[in-house]
Protein backbone atom coordinates (compact mmCIF):
# COMPACT_ATOMS: atom_id res chain seq x y z
CA UNK A 1 0.00 0.00 0.00
CA UNK A 2 1.13 3.56 -0.88
CA UNK A 3 1.50 6.24 1.57
CA UNK A 4 -1.28 8.15 -0.29
CA UNK A 5 -3.63 5.00 -0.60
CA UNK A 6 -2.83 4.74 3.90
CA UNK A 7 -5.21 8.19 3.76
CA UNK A 8 -8.79 7.58 4.78
CA UNK A 9 -11.31 10.10 3.76
CA UNK A 10 -13.09 10.84 6.23
CA UNK A 11 -15.88 13.41 5.77
CA UNK A 12 -15.53 15.17 8.73
CA UNK A 13 -13.88 15.54 12.14
CA UNK A 14 -17.06 13.47 13.80
CA UNK A 15 -16.58 10.81 11.47
CA UNK A 16 -12.61 10.29 11.95
CA UNK A 17 -13.79 10.03 16.16
CA UNK A 18 -16.51 7.59 15.22
CA UNK A 19 -14.01 5.23 13.68
CA UNK A 20 -11.49 5.62 16.72
CA UNK A 21 -14.48 4.81 19.14
CA UNK A 22 -15.63 1.73 17.01
CA UNK A 23 -12.03 0.42 16.43
CA UNK A 24 -10.78 0.42 19.84
CA UNK A 25 -14.00 1.50 22.63
CA UNK A 26 -12.76 0.19 25.34
CA UNK A 27 -8.91 1.35 25.63
CA UNK A 28 -8.25 4.27 27.24
CA UNK A 29 -8.84 8.05 25.07
CA UNK A 30 -8.28 10.57 28.02
CA UNK A 31 -7.34 10.80 31.06
CA UNK A 32 -6.71 13.82 33.80
CA UNK A 33 -5.82 14.47 37.42
CA UNK A 34 -8.25 14.10 40.10
CA UNK A 35 -5.01 14.69 43.08
CA UNK A 36 -1.54 15.07 42.83
CA UNK A 37 -0.76 11.10 41.22
CA UNK A 38 -4.16 10.41 40.94
CA UNK A 39 -5.91 10.31 37.59
CA UNK A 40 -9.62 9.38 36.22
CA UNK A 41 -10.64 8.56 32.79
CA UNK A 42 -12.47 8.03 29.50
CA UNK A 43 -12.99 4.97 26.87
CA UNK A 44 -13.15 5.82 23.64
CA UNK A 45 -16.79 5.07 23.41
CA UNK A 46 -17.75 6.97 26.72
CA UNK A 47 -15.78 9.90 24.97
CA UNK A 48 -17.86 9.23 21.89
CA UNK A 49 -21.12 9.51 24.30
CA UNK A 50 -19.75 12.49 25.94
CA UNK A 51 -19.10 14.54 22.67
CA UNK A 52 -22.66 13.70 21.84
CA UNK A 53 -24.01 14.77 25.09
CA UNK A 54 -22.24 18.32 24.26
CA UNK A 55 -23.24 18.40 21.11
CA UNK A 56 -27.39 18.00 21.96
CA UNK A 57 -26.43 20.99 24.86
CA UNK A 58 -24.82 23.17 21.95
CA UNK A 59 -28.20 22.25 19.78
CA UNK A 60 -30.53 23.35 22.23
CA UNK A 61 -28.61 26.66 22.96
CA UNK A 62 -29.38 27.20 18.68
CA UNK A 63 -25.49 26.55 17.79
CA UNK A 64 -26.06 26.24 14.21
CA UNK A 65 -23.40 25.01 11.49
CA UNK A 66 -21.55 28.03 10.62
CA UNK A 67 -21.44 29.28 14.09
CA UNK A 68 -18.65 30.20 16.17
CA UNK A 69 -18.20 28.70 19.55
CA UNK A 70 -14.90 30.41 21.81
CA UNK A 71 -12.74 28.77 24.54
CA UNK A 72 -11.10 30.62 26.86
CA UNK A 73 -9.15 27.82 28.53
CA UNK A 74 -5.98 26.01 29.41
CA UNK A 75 -6.02 22.62 28.06
CA UNK A 76 -7.90 20.41 29.70
CA UNK A 77 -10.35 17.14 29.44
CA UNK A 78 -13.39 19.74 28.58
CA UNK A 79 -11.32 21.72 26.16
CA UNK A 80 -11.30 18.46 23.76
CA UNK A 81 -14.35 17.38 24.59
CA UNK A 82 -16.10 21.08 23.66
CA UNK A 83 -14.18 21.09 20.98
CA UNK A 84 -14.76 17.85 19.35
CA UNK A 85 -18.64 18.47 19.92
CA UNK A 86 -18.70 21.61 18.17
CA UNK A 87 -17.44 20.46 15.36
CA UNK A 88 -19.46 17.40 14.91
CA UNK A 89 -22.26 19.32 14.60
CA UNK A 90 -20.43 21.72 12.20
CA UNK A 91 -19.98 25.01 13.98
CA UNK A 92 -16.26 26.26 14.40
CA UNK A 93 -14.08 26.11 17.65
CA UNK A 94 -12.25 29.91 18.54
CA UNK A 95 -9.36 29.01 20.79
CA UNK A 96 -8.45 31.83 23.09
CA UNK A 97 -4.85 31.34 25.10
CA UNK A 98 -5.75 31.75 28.86
CA UNK A 99 -3.01 33.94 29.67
CA UNK A 100 -4.26 36.93 27.43
CA UNK A 101 -5.37 40.07 28.68
CA UNK A 102 -9.35 41.51 28.19
CA UNK A 103 -8.75 43.59 25.49
CA UNK A 104 -7.24 40.89 23.41
CA UNK A 105 -9.77 38.02 24.37
CA UNK A 106 -12.32 40.68 23.44
CA UNK A 107 -10.67 41.10 20.21
CA UNK A 108 -11.03 37.74 19.15
CA UNK A 109 -14.73 37.11 20.24
CA UNK A 110 -15.64 40.15 18.70
CA UNK A 111 -13.48 39.46 15.01
CA UNK A 112 -14.41 36.16 14.65
CA UNK A 113 -18.42 36.80 15.64
CA UNK A 114 -18.06 34.04 18.61
CA UNK A 115 -22.09 33.24 20.31
CA UNK A 116 -20.91 31.18 22.83
CA UNK A 117 -17.85 31.21 25.09
CA UNK A 118 -16.55 28.33 27.21
CA UNK A 119 -14.10 30.18 30.14
CA UNK A 120 -12.08 27.23 32.36
CA UNK A 121 -12.30 29.13 35.91
CA UNK A 122 -13.42 32.99 37.80
CA UNK A 123 -9.76 34.57 36.35
CA UNK A 124 -11.03 33.91 32.50
CA UNK A 125 -14.62 34.65 33.48
CA UNK A 126 -14.08 38.66 35.23
CA UNK A 127 -11.85 39.03 31.07
CA UNK A 128 -15.24 38.84 29.96
CA UNK A 129 -17.55 40.63 32.23
CA UNK A 130 -15.34 43.58 32.25
CA UNK A 131 -16.22 43.82 28.34
CA UNK A 132 -19.34 42.23 28.27
CA UNK A 133 -21.16 45.52 27.27
CA UNK A 134 -19.31 45.47 24.29
CA UNK A 135 -19.31 41.17 23.64
CA UNK A 136 -23.84 42.00 22.22
CA UNK A 137 -23.21 38.76 20.00
CA UNK A 138 -22.56 36.68 22.66
CA UNK A 139 -25.50 34.72 24.26
CA UNK A 140 -24.13 32.56 27.03
CA UNK A 141 -21.01 31.97 29.09
CA UNK A 142 -20.33 28.24 29.93
CA UNK A 143 -17.68 27.22 32.43
CA UNK A 144 -15.86 24.50 32.63
CA UNK A 145 -15.37 24.82 36.57
CA UNK A 146 -15.73 27.15 39.75
CA UNK A 147 -18.79 28.36 38.63
CA UNK A 148 -20.45 31.31 40.80
CA UNK A 149 -24.28 32.58 40.05
CA UNK A 150 -24.30 35.98 38.50
CA UNK A 151 -27.73 37.20 39.16
CA UNK A 152 -28.61 36.38 35.65
CA UNK A 153 -28.35 33.79 32.90
CA UNK A 154 -25.69 34.74 30.82
CA UNK A 155 -23.26 32.44 33.02
CA UNK A 156 -24.33 28.95 33.35
CA UNK A 157 -22.29 25.96 34.99
CA UNK A 158 -21.24 22.83 32.84
CA UNK A 159 -23.91 20.41 34.47
CA UNK A 160 -26.89 22.93 33.74
CA UNK A 161 -25.19 23.36 30.25
CA UNK A 162 -25.36 19.50 29.98
CA UNK A 163 -29.02 19.45 31.09
CA UNK A 164 -30.42 21.21 28.18
CA UNK A 165 -29.27 18.64 25.92
CA UNK A 166 -31.24 15.24 27.40
CA UNK A 167 -34.68 16.78 25.13
CA UNK A 168 -32.48 17.09 21.80
CA UNK A 169 -33.77 13.65 19.75
CA UNK A 170 -30.72 11.53 18.47
CA UNK A 171 -32.32 12.46 14.97
CA UNK A 172 -31.98 15.50 15.53
CA UNK A 173 -27.85 15.29 16.48
CA UNK A 174 -27.41 13.05 13.74
CA UNK A 175 -28.58 15.09 11.29
CA UNK A 176 -26.72 17.98 12.31
CA UNK A 177 -23.43 15.74 12.12
CA UNK A 178 -24.17 14.45 8.86
CA UNK A 179 -24.51 17.84 7.13
CA UNK A 180 -20.99 18.36 8.12
CA UNK A 181 -18.37 18.22 4.97
CA UNK A 182 -14.71 18.22 4.24
CA UNK A 183 -14.76 22.04 3.00
CA UNK A 184 -16.60 23.27 6.28
CA UNK A 185 -14.69 24.91 8.98
CA UNK A 186 -13.83 23.20 12.15
CA UNK A 187 -11.49 26.20 13.55
CA UNK A 188 -10.25 29.43 13.55
CA UNK A 189 -7.13 29.79 14.90
CA UNK A 190 -5.80 33.33 15.50
CA UNK A 191 -1.61 33.73 15.29
CA UNK A 192 -0.37 34.63 18.63
CA UNK A 193 1.33 37.62 16.45
CA UNK A 194 4.54 38.24 17.28
CA UNK A 195 4.03 41.37 14.93
CA UNK A 196 0.67 43.28 13.94
CA UNK A 197 -3.02 42.26 14.46
CA UNK A 198 -3.67 38.89 15.19
CA UNK A 199 -5.36 36.87 12.18
CA UNK A 200 -7.84 34.07 12.19
CA UNK A 201 -7.03 31.18 10.10
CA UNK A 202 -9.93 29.28 9.14
CA UNK A 203 -8.77 25.13 9.17
CA UNK A 204 -11.33 23.04 7.61
CA UNK A 205 -12.93 19.44 8.60
CA UNK A 206 -10.69 18.15 5.92
CA UNK A 207 -7.92 20.00 7.42
CA UNK A 208 -7.75 18.61 10.84
CA UNK A 209 -8.46 15.29 9.70
CA UNK A 210 -5.47 15.20 6.80
CA UNK A 211 -2.73 16.69 8.41
CA UNK A 212 -3.16 14.10 11.83
CA UNK A 213 -2.74 11.34 9.44
CA UNK A 214 0.05 12.86 7.26
CA UNK A 215 1.76 13.15 10.97
CA UNK A 216 0.85 9.78 11.94
CA UNK A 217 2.78 8.47 8.50
CA UNK A 218 5.72 9.99 9.86
CA UNK A 219 6.55 8.93 12.92
CA UNK A 220 6.81 5.93 14.89
CA UNK A 221 3.37 5.29 16.58
CA UNK A 222 2.81 1.98 18.21
CA UNK A 223 -0.28 0.46 19.70
CA UNK A 224 0.17 0.60 23.08
CA UNK A 225 1.98 4.07 23.22
CA UNK A 226 0.33 7.12 25.74
CA UNK A 227 1.27 10.38 25.84
CA UNK A 228 1.29 13.37 27.65
CA UNK A 229 -0.08 17.27 26.82
CA UNK A 230 0.79 20.48 28.47
CA UNK A 231 0.81 22.79 25.69
CA UNK A 232 -1.88 25.24 25.27
CA UNK A 233 -4.92 24.08 23.33
CA UNK A 234 -5.54 27.46 22.03
CA UNK A 235 -2.18 27.03 19.97
CA UNK A 236 -2.85 24.83 17.02
CA UNK A 237 0.29 22.43 17.51
CA UNK A 238 -1.66 20.67 21.07
CA UNK A 239 -4.83 20.53 18.92
CA UNK A 240 -3.08 18.32 16.41
CA UNK A 241 -1.43 16.10 19.06
CA UNK A 242 -4.69 15.27 20.35
CA UNK A 243 -5.70 14.52 16.61
CA UNK A 244 -2.85 12.67 16.13
CA UNK A 245 -3.11 10.39 19.40
CA UNK A 246 -6.74 9.91 18.00
CA UNK A 247 -5.88 8.46 14.59
CA UNK A 248 -3.70 6.45 16.80
CA UNK A 249 -5.95 5.58 19.56
CA UNK A 250 -3.24 6.06 22.01
CA UNK A 251 -4.44 7.92 25.30
CA UNK A 252 -4.01 11.37 26.34
CA UNK A 253 -3.49 12.60 29.76
CA UNK A 254 -3.79 16.29 30.46
CA UNK A 255 -1.55 18.08 32.86
CA UNK A 256 -2.95 20.03 35.41
CA UNK A 257 -0.88 23.10 34.93
CA UNK A 258 2.42 24.55 33.56
CA UNK A 259 3.59 24.59 37.13
CA UNK A 260 2.64 20.62 37.86
CA UNK A 261 4.45 19.39 34.46
CA UNK A 262 7.45 17.71 36.19
CA UNK A 263 5.50 15.98 38.40
CA UNK A 264 2.63 14.97 36.31
CA UNK A 265 5.11 13.74 33.79
CA UNK A 266 6.49 10.77 36.12
CA UNK A 267 3.29 10.05 37.11
CA UNK A 268 2.01 9.61 33.37
CA UNK A 269 4.82 7.98 32.24
CA UNK A 270 4.58 8.96 28.17
CA UNK A 271 6.21 7.00 25.49
CA UNK A 272 6.04 10.33 23.37
CA UNK A 273 4.64 14.01 24.09
CA UNK A 274 5.02 17.22 22.22
CA UNK A 275 6.97 20.66 23.51
CA UNK A 276 7.69 23.63 22.57
CA UNK A 277 12.29 24.31 22.53
CA UNK A 278 11.66 26.80 25.93
CA UNK A 279 11.11 23.66 27.81
CA UNK A 280 13.83 21.36 26.45
CA UNK A 281 16.18 24.31 26.97
CA UNK A 282 15.33 24.63 31.14
CA UNK A 283 15.40 21.12 31.44
CA UNK A 284 19.51 21.34 29.74
CA UNK A 285 19.91 24.18 32.00
CA UNK A 286 18.55 22.90 34.96
CA UNK A 287 20.77 19.23 34.35
CA UNK A 288 23.92 21.08 33.61
CA UNK A 289 23.58 23.72 36.57
CA UNK A 290 22.43 20.90 39.49
CA UNK A 291 26.24 18.75 38.14
CA UNK A 292 27.98 21.44 38.37
CA UNK A 293 27.06 22.75 41.77
CA UNK A 294 27.78 18.91 42.83
CA UNK A 295 31.27 19.02 41.47
CA UNK A 296 33.96 16.37 42.07
CA UNK A 297 33.60 13.29 41.03
CA UNK A 298 29.52 13.64 40.06
CA UNK A 299 30.67 16.15 37.61
CA UNK A 300 33.84 13.79 36.34
CA UNK A 301 31.14 10.83 35.79
CA UNK A 302 28.83 13.08 34.30
CA UNK A 303 31.62 14.28 32.00
CA UNK A 304 32.43 10.85 31.13
CA UNK A 305 28.94 9.83 30.77
CA UNK A 306 28.24 12.40 28.05
CA UNK A 307 31.32 11.32 25.85
CA UNK A 308 30.21 8.26 25.95
CA UNK A 309 26.60 9.32 25.48
CA UNK A 310 27.59 11.58 22.42
CA UNK A 311 29.43 8.53 20.89
CA UNK A 312 27.00 6.26 20.87
CA UNK A 313 24.70 9.54 18.91
CA UNK A 314 27.23 9.89 16.12
CA UNK A 315 27.12 5.93 15.46
CA UNK A 316 23.43 5.49 15.61
CA UNK A 317 22.92 8.69 13.49
CA UNK A 318 25.39 6.90 10.80
CA UNK A 319 23.17 3.79 11.24
CA UNK A 320 26.25 1.65 12.60
CA UNK A 321 26.45 -1.13 14.96
CA UNK A 322 28.15 -0.31 18.82
CA UNK A 323 31.14 -2.09 19.43
CA UNK A 324 30.57 -4.47 22.34
CA UNK A 325 33.53 -2.25 24.56
CA UNK A 326 30.98 1.14 23.58
CA UNK A 327 27.62 -0.43 24.18
CA UNK A 328 29.28 -1.46 27.60
CA UNK A 329 30.12 1.87 28.76
CA UNK A 330 26.83 3.69 27.00
CA UNK A 331 25.11 0.82 29.48
CA UNK A 332 27.04 2.14 32.82
CA UNK A 333 26.51 5.78 31.68
CA UNK A 334 23.07 5.04 31.67
CA UNK A 335 22.95 3.25 34.99
CA UNK A 336 25.08 6.14 36.19
CA UNK A 337 23.70 9.12 34.96
CA UNK A 338 21.50 8.97 31.92
CA UNK A 339 18.69 6.92 33.62
CA UNK A 340 18.03 9.96 36.38
CA UNK A 341 17.34 12.12 33.36
CA UNK A 342 14.76 9.42 31.53
CA UNK A 343 13.16 8.89 34.80
CA UNK A 344 12.27 12.74 35.06
CA UNK A 345 10.07 12.22 31.80
CA UNK A 346 8.37 9.12 33.28
CA UNK A 347 11.08 6.52 32.18
CA UNK A 348 9.61 5.27 29.15
CA UNK A 349 9.57 7.70 26.63
CA UNK A 350 10.68 6.55 23.10
CA UNK A 351 11.16 10.08 21.11
CA UNK A 352 9.95 13.42 22.03
CA UNK A 353 8.48 16.01 19.61
CA UNK A 354 9.81 19.49 19.18
CA UNK A 355 8.33 22.35 17.26
CA UNK A 356 6.82 26.24 17.05
CA UNK A 357 10.33 27.67 17.15
CA UNK A 358 14.34 26.17 16.26
CA UNK A 359 15.93 23.66 18.90
CA UNK A 360 19.42 24.32 19.18
CA UNK A 361 21.41 21.16 18.19
CA UNK A 362 23.43 21.09 20.86
CA UNK A 363 20.13 20.35 23.06
CA UNK A 364 18.85 18.07 20.50
CA UNK A 365 22.40 16.44 20.74
CA UNK A 366 22.77 16.05 24.29
CA UNK A 367 19.15 14.66 24.92
CA UNK A 368 19.99 11.79 22.21
CA UNK A 369 23.25 10.88 24.16
CA UNK A 370 21.41 10.64 27.25
CA UNK A 371 18.85 7.95 25.35
CA UNK A 372 16.24 10.78 24.71
CA UNK A 373 15.70 11.39 21.19
CA UNK A 374 13.89 14.63 20.24
CA UNK A 375 12.34 14.76 16.49
CA UNK A 376 12.61 18.30 15.48
CA UNK A 377 9.25 19.39 13.57
CA UNK A 378 7.82 22.47 11.55
CA UNK A 379 4.51 23.86 10.79
CA UNK A 380 2.81 26.80 11.95
CA UNK A 381 -1.34 27.93 11.99
CA UNK A 382 -2.11 29.01 8.52
CA UNK A 383 -1.18 24.85 7.89
CA UNK A 384 -2.53 23.03 10.67
CA UNK A 385 0.71 23.16 12.84
CA UNK A 386 2.65 20.15 10.80
CA UNK A 387 4.55 19.98 7.33
CA UNK A 388 7.94 18.26 8.18
CA UNK A 389 9.16 16.58 11.03
CA UNK A 390 12.34 14.10 11.63
CA UNK A 391 11.76 10.55 11.48
CA UNK A 392 12.69 7.73 14.43
CA UNK A 393 15.77 5.97 11.73
CA UNK A 394 15.57 8.69 10.00
CA UNK A 395 17.00 11.88 11.69
CA UNK A 396 19.16 15.26 11.68
CA UNK A 397 19.63 17.76 14.64
CA UNK A 398 19.47 21.41 13.42
CA UNK A 399 17.02 20.17 10.37
CA UNK A 400 13.27 19.93 10.79
CA UNK A 401 13.22 16.59 8.53
CA UNK A 402 11.19 15.54 5.09
CA UNK A 403 7.87 16.60 4.41
CA UNK A 404 5.09 14.51 5.57
CA UNK A 405 3.12 12.13 3.00
CA UNK A 406 0.66 14.47 0.53
CA UNK A 407 2.06 17.26 1.77
CA UNK A 408 4.68 19.43 -1.50
CA UNK A 409 7.93 21.64 -0.73
CA UNK A 410 9.72 23.92 -2.34
CA UNK A 411 12.07 26.79 -2.01
CA UNK A 412 10.87 29.73 -4.11
CA UNK A 413 13.49 32.25 -5.83
CA UNK A 414 14.04 34.31 -2.74
CA UNK A 415 15.03 31.42 -0.69
CA UNK A 416 11.47 31.46 1.11
CA UNK A 417 9.76 28.13 1.98
CA UNK A 418 6.31 27.28 0.35
CA UNK A 419 4.04 24.19 1.15
CA UNK A 420 0.79 23.11 -0.98
CA UNK A 421 -1.00 20.02 -0.02
CA UNK A 422 -4.41 19.46 2.21
CA UNK A 423 -2.80 20.79 5.08
CA UNK A 424 -2.91 24.48 4.01
CA UNK A 425 -5.75 26.87 5.54
CA UNK A 426 -8.65 27.93 3.57
CA UNK A 427 -8.36 31.51 4.51
CA UNK A 428 -7.75 34.16 6.64
CA UNK A 429 -11.00 35.12 8.53
CA UNK A 430 -12.38 38.18 6.87
CA UNK A 431 -8.60 39.30 5.64
CA UNK A 432 -9.20 38.55 1.60
CA UNK A 433 -6.31 40.25 1.06
CA UNK A 434 -3.56 39.12 3.32
CA UNK A 435 -5.11 35.59 2.23
CA UNK A 436 -4.43 36.30 -1.11
CA UNK A 437 -0.64 37.48 -0.38
CA UNK A 438 -0.17 34.25 1.80
CA UNK A 439 -1.71 31.03 -0.40
CA UNK A 440 -1.05 31.55 -4.40
CA UNK A 441 -3.64 30.98 -6.98
CA UNK A 442 -2.37 27.73 -7.80
CA UNK A 443 -2.05 26.99 -4.32
CA UNK A 444 1.23 27.62 -2.35
CA UNK A 445 1.28 28.72 0.73
CA UNK A 446 4.37 31.42 1.90
CA UNK A 447 5.58 31.06 5.26
CA UNK A 448 7.98 33.80 5.62
CA UNK A 449 10.98 31.20 6.56
CA UNK A 450 14.26 30.91 4.94
CA UNK A 451 15.41 27.81 4.05
CA UNK A 452 17.21 24.93 2.03
CA UNK A 453 16.13 21.47 1.06
CA UNK A 454 18.63 18.93 0.45
CA UNK A 455 18.46 16.17 -1.86
CA UNK A 456 17.07 13.46 0.37
CA UNK A 457 14.04 16.00 0.86
CA UNK A 458 15.06 16.98 4.11
CA UNK A 459 14.02 20.93 5.23
CA UNK A 460 16.59 23.35 7.15
CA UNK A 461 15.12 26.74 8.31
CA UNK A 462 17.29 29.66 8.03
CA UNK A 463 15.37 32.20 9.74
CA UNK A 464 12.72 34.55 8.92
CA UNK A 465 12.25 36.58 6.43
CA UNK A 466 11.17 39.47 8.67
CA UNK A 467 13.83 38.74 11.23
CA UNK A 468 16.61 39.26 8.89
CA UNK A 469 19.09 42.03 9.74
CA UNK A 470 21.22 43.11 7.28
CA UNK A 471 24.47 44.76 8.45
CA UNK A 472 26.21 48.13 7.15
CA UNK A 473 28.76 45.88 5.33
CA UNK A 474 25.54 44.26 3.71
CA UNK A 475 25.89 40.81 4.97
CA UNK A 476 22.14 38.44 5.61
CA UNK A 477 22.01 37.29 8.93
CA UNK A 478 18.98 35.27 10.48
CA UNK A 479 19.37 36.03 14.44
CA UNK A 480 17.70 32.97 15.56
CA UNK A 481 20.27 30.63 15.07
CA UNK A 482 22.93 32.69 17.01
CA UNK A 483 19.87 33.11 19.27
CA UNK A 484 19.81 29.76 20.12
CA UNK A 485 23.23 29.00 20.39
CA UNK A 486 23.68 32.04 22.83
CA UNK A 487 21.12 30.40 25.05
CA UNK A 488 22.93 27.30 25.58
CA UNK A 489 24.59 28.93 28.78
CA UNK A 490 23.26 28.33 31.35
CA UNK A 491 23.18 31.41 32.79
CA UNK A 492 21.48 33.18 29.91
CA UNK A 493 17.87 32.60 29.65
CA UNK A 494 16.77 34.54 26.50
CA UNK A 495 18.11 36.50 23.62
CA UNK A 496 17.35 38.96 21.17
CA UNK A 497 19.90 40.43 18.74
CA UNK A 498 19.93 43.17 16.58
CA UNK A 499 22.02 45.15 14.75
CA UNK A 500 19.95 46.18 11.43
CA UNK A 501 21.69 48.92 9.20
CA UNK A 502 24.35 48.89 11.79
CA UNK A 503 28.67 47.70 11.44
CA UNK A 504 28.21 45.09 13.80
CA UNK A 505 25.56 42.70 16.42
CA UNK A 506 24.51 43.15 19.49
CA UNK A 507 22.20 41.80 21.85
CA UNK A 508 19.76 42.16 24.55
CA UNK A 509 20.02 39.44 27.31
CA UNK A 510 17.95 38.41 30.41
CA UNK A 511 19.37 36.09 32.98
CA UNK A 512 18.60 32.72 34.17
CA UNK A 513 17.50 34.42 37.69
CA UNK A 514 18.19 30.82 39.54
CA UNK A 515 21.77 30.36 38.31
CA UNK A 516 22.73 33.56 38.47
CA UNK A 517 21.72 33.71 41.86
CA UNK A 518 23.76 30.72 42.83
CA UNK A 519 26.53 32.35 41.42
CA UNK A 520 26.05 35.58 43.20
CA UNK A 521 26.25 33.30 46.53
CA UNK A 522 29.52 31.55 45.69
CA UNK A 523 30.85 35.01 44.40
CA UNK A 524 30.06 36.78 48.06
CA UNK A 525 28.08 39.23 45.61
CA UNK A 526 25.16 41.40 48.06
CA UNK A 527 22.47 42.83 46.17
CA UNK A 528 18.94 43.99 47.13
CA UNK A 529 16.91 43.19 44.06
CA UNK A 530 17.48 41.21 40.73
CA UNK A 531 16.88 44.56 39.45
CA UNK A 532 20.47 45.36 41.12
CA UNK A 533 21.84 42.28 40.28
CA UNK A 534 21.63 42.36 36.78
CA UNK A 535 24.10 46.01 37.03
CA UNK A 536 27.10 44.12 38.69
CA UNK A 537 30.03 44.10 37.11
CA UNK A 538 30.99 40.75 38.12
CA UNK A 539 27.65 39.44 36.69
CA UNK A 540 27.62 41.87 33.57
CA UNK A 541 31.48 40.31 33.15
CA UNK A 542 30.13 36.79 33.67
CA UNK A 543 27.56 37.22 30.84
CA UNK A 544 29.65 38.68 28.30
CA UNK A 545 32.65 35.93 28.74
CA UNK A 546 29.88 33.53 28.03
CA UNK A 547 28.86 35.29 24.67
CA UNK A 548 32.10 35.43 23.78
CA UNK A 549 33.08 31.85 24.56
CA UNK A 550 29.98 30.99 21.73
CA UNK A 551 31.12 33.97 19.21
CA UNK A 552 33.84 30.74 18.99
CA UNK A 553 30.95 28.78 16.80
CA UNK A 554 29.92 32.17 14.47
CA UNK A 555 31.83 33.42 11.34
CA UNK A 556 33.19 36.72 12.45
CA UNK A 557 29.83 38.99 10.99
CA UNK A 558 27.82 36.77 13.14
CA UNK A 559 29.73 37.47 16.65
CA UNK A 560 27.78 39.52 19.22
CA UNK A 561 29.86 42.80 20.14
CA UNK A 562 28.21 43.99 22.83
CA UNK A 563 25.43 42.97 25.24
CA UNK A 564 22.94 44.94 27.24
CA UNK A 565 21.36 42.60 30.55
CA UNK A 566 17.79 43.70 30.76
CA UNK A 567 14.43 42.01 32.26
CA UNK A 568 12.59 38.99 31.72
CA UNK A 569 10.62 38.92 28.18
CA UNK A 570 7.29 37.63 29.53
CA UNK A 571 3.22 36.97 28.54
CA UNK A 572 2.72 39.81 30.49
CA UNK A 573 4.67 42.55 30.34
CA UNK A 574 4.12 41.88 26.11
CA UNK A 575 7.17 41.07 25.06
CA UNK A 576 6.42 37.59 24.38
CA UNK A 577 3.81 35.58 22.50
CA UNK A 578 1.48 32.93 24.15
CA UNK A 579 3.87 30.29 22.56
CA UNK A 580 6.80 31.83 24.08
CA UNK A 581 8.57 33.72 20.89
CA UNK A 582 9.70 36.85 21.71
CA UNK A 583 8.00 39.53 19.76
CA UNK A 584 11.21 41.23 18.21
CA UNK A 585 9.89 44.61 17.88
CA UNK A 586 8.16 44.97 20.77
CA UNK A 587 11.41 44.42 22.81
CA UNK A 588 13.47 46.42 20.31
CA UNK A 589 10.99 49.62 20.83
CA UNK A 590 10.70 49.48 24.81
CA UNK A 591 15.11 48.74 24.61
CA UNK A 592 14.99 51.36 22.27
CA UNK A 593 17.75 54.04 24.40
CA UNK A 594 19.56 50.83 25.63
CA UNK A 595 20.11 49.80 22.27
CA UNK A 596 20.90 53.49 21.53
CA UNK A 597 23.84 53.68 23.42
CA UNK A 598 24.98 50.14 22.82
CA UNK A 599 26.00 52.15 19.08
CA UNK A 600 26.90 55.31 20.90
CA UNK A 601 30.43 54.93 19.85
CA UNK A 602 29.73 53.16 16.16
CA UNK A 603 31.13 55.88 13.99
Not at 57 to 81: E, F, Q
Not at 167 to 193: C, F
Not at 329 to 347: D, P
Request: aromatic share 10%; with cysteine; net charge negative.
Amino acid sequence: MTEQAAFKEYRNVHHMLTETAKAKPDKDAYRWFVAPGEVEGVTWSRFLEHVHEVSRSLIALGIRKGDKVSILSYTCYRWVLSDLAIASIGACTVGIYQSLLAQDCHYIIDHSDSVVVFAEDQTQLDKLLAQRESLGNVRKVIMFKDFRPTGDDWVMSFADFLKLGTEVDHDVLQQHIDAVEPGDPAAIVYTSGTTGVPKGAVLTNDNMTFTPQSAYFSLDIKPHHETFLFLPMAHVFARICVLFAMVAGNPTTFTRSMETVIDDIKTSRPHWFASVPRVYEKVYSKVLSGIEAKGGLALVIFRWACSVGSKVSELKQLGRPLPLATSLQYSLATKLVFSKIQAALGGRVCWCISGAAPLNPTIGRFFHAAGVLILEGIGMTENTSFTNVNQVDRYRFGWVGPAGPGIEQRIALDGEVQFRGRNVMREYYKMPEETAATISADGWQATGDLGEIDDEGFLRITGRKKDLIITAGGKNIAPSAIEGIMATSKYIAQVCVVGDRRKFLSALVTFDQENIVAFAAEQGISYASVEELMSRAEVITLINAEVQERNRDLATFETIKKIAIVPEFTIDNGMLTPTLKVKRNVVMERHADLIGKLYADEG
